[in-house]
């Protein structure tokens, strides 16, 4: 394929069901989910890198926007589980708040108490330019958390799109 400059072929897996040409690896909720380290040796990704790797699956997919109770559980289920220090979502910085780059209402936080300064996040410390957010697995001692961060960091990250 690259011979002829078509791009390389994606590499599949078993697993859950196939949606738009790539394999989500859980379904819930009405969402399939995409987890970038599984598929790519663990790399990590700034913040613009990690939205461009989700809108590239194409079919929808964006980076996690965590609308509900049970979305928050389910995402930090698998920060957990998977022994992740921290992963993006699709939060990013609007005005004096925070908003989901797919368009989910922004209902729910979980920001932590803590964060480098030993504030409450969002606390925008690395000189006003915290215009991600991460989800961190106890960074602070504050167990599994939200935090407003610089959006040069890399980090892996969780891909959602409309199942």
Do not use: M
Request: charged fraction near 20%; charge should be positive; glycine fraction near 14%.
């Amino acid at each position: 394929f690259q011979q002829f400059g078509f791009p390389p072929r994606r590499q599949f897996f078993s697993g859950p069901p196939q949606t738009f040409g790539v394999q989500a690896d859980d379904v819930r909720g009405g969402s399939a989910y995409y987890f970038s380290w599984r598929h790519d040796g663990g790399r990590k990704y700034t913040g613009n890198a990690a939205f461009s790797l989700c809108t590239s699956l194409g079919g929808g997919w964006q980076p996690v926007g965590i609308s509900s109770p049970d979305e928050l559980r389910y995402v930090n289920s698998i920060v957990g589980r998977e022994r992740l220090e921290y992963i993006w979502t699709g939060g990013v910085k609007s005005g004096n708040g925070f908003r989901w780059l797919n368009g989910e209402p922004f209902s729910v936080a979980d920001w932590s108490h803590t964060g480098g300064l030993r504030r409450p996040q969002p606390d925008n410390r690395e000189g006003g330019q915290e215009n991600c957010l991460a989800v961190l697995n106890n960074f602070y001692n504050d167990g599994i958390k939200w935090h407003d961060v610089a959006c040069h960091h890399v980090k892996p990250v969780i891909c959602e799109r409309r199942a």
